[in-house]
């Protein structure tokens, strides 16, 4: 799974909208949906946040494994 399809995949499996994410990325809604549809590539800081949010590694969001790994404690 590519990473646009997994941001996509964990957004709507958590219920938030385009604009939810987008406001906690400080960034426009169409931003966002690019980032979704592949269009714009999501810089790393971004992908970071998100991975936070959803409490998942870094290599889950990206794609690089199917293993829901948490994000790493400090």
């Given at each position: ?25 400080s960034i426009g809604q ?5 980032y979704e549809s592949g ?16 409490n998942v590694s870094l ?16």
């Open positions: 799974m590519r990473y646009n399809e997994r941001i996509r995949a964990l957004r709507e499996d958590n219920d938030l909208t385009q604009q939810k994410i987008a406001d906690l990325l169409r931003t966002y949906a690019d269009k714009t590539r999501i810089p790393i800081d971004s992908l970071l946040i998100l991975a936070k949010f959803y290599d889950y969001i990206t794609g690089a494994s199917n293993i829901k790994s948490e994000y790493p404690k400090k």
